[in-house]
């Protein structure tokens, strides 16, 4: 089944840039959009980004995104302490599955 | 705004015999419009996120293969709602459930943006 890879874990201080990475195949992420969810604790997920680099409307303009071949990236910018959270990467593939990254828990120091 | 709001049981038997079945209600919107599709998702304890199926116009139904022959997925437009049925439950299918809504944007018609509140479901051992 396919995979799409994120690091486990990422943290940084409050007001830094932290970066999350997101690493498919040429199946999913290669060819198709990318989607960002963010999963406070006890709390429904919750859609960052679309179309690779969209962000709905409500959604902080700290958080963007960008695609490059198979891999892709979350950028938060000026961290903050409510942005600790669970955070996955996401995109179709072309077996017609929907398949999310493994997760990437993110601390706030 | 349309909202989802989910219903079903938080604890059901492991048997072969077992059906874990969850509905999700439509409020501020229709199931049946044409431009929007729906799906499940789930979330074991510990693990990640893990989508289960989706279905589209015209009753097309995706599944993930690792669950594919024991889920069912549909649509009541009767009732403004649809459902998720998975046979034979494990404890493997401990979980928080999630319905939502796929945008169907034109050029990223997969994404979720609207998600119901979850439904743990524990499956005993």
Redesign the interface.
């Known amino acids: ?1 396919s995979v799409v890879t994120q690091p486990p874990s990422a943290s940084g201080t409050p007001g830094q840039r932290l970066t999350i990475s997101c690493s498919g195949s040429s199946s999913n992420i290669g060819s ?2 990318v ?1 960002w ?1 963010q ?1 406070l604790p006890g709390a ?4 960052l980004i ?2 690779n680099d ?1 962000r ?1 409307s409500g959604v902080a303009g700290r958080f963007s995104g960008s695609k490059s071949g198979t891999s892709a990236s979350l950028a938060i910018s000026g961290l903050q302490s409510e942005d600790e959270a ?1 955070y ?1 990467c ?1 995109a ?1 593939d072309d077996s ?8 990437t828990k993110v601390t706030v120091l | 705004q349309l909202q989802l709001q989910q219903s079903g049981p938080g604890l059901v038997r492991p048997s072969e015999s077992e059906t874990l079945s969850l509905t999700c209600s439509v409020s501020g919107g229709s199931v049946s419009r044409s431009s929007y599709f729906w799906g499940w998702i789930r979330k074991p304890p510990g693990k990640g996120l893990e989508w289960i199926a989706s279905i589209y116009d015209v009753g097309k139904v995706y599944h993930n293969p690792s669950l594919k022959t024991r889920v069912s997925i549909s649509v009541d437009t009767s009732k403004n709602q649809f459902s998720l049925n998975l046979r034979s439950v494990t404890a493997a299918d401990t979980a928080v459930y999630y319905c939502a809504r796929h945008a169907g944007y034109s050029r990223d018609p997969h994404v979720f943006d609207i998600w119901g509140q979850g439904t743990m479901v524990t499956v005993p051992s």
Do not use: H
């Open positions: 089944q198709n959009p989607n969810y999963q429904a997920p919750k859609l679309y179309s969209q709905p669970d996955y996401a179709w017609l599955i929907y398949v999310f990254g493994t997760g």
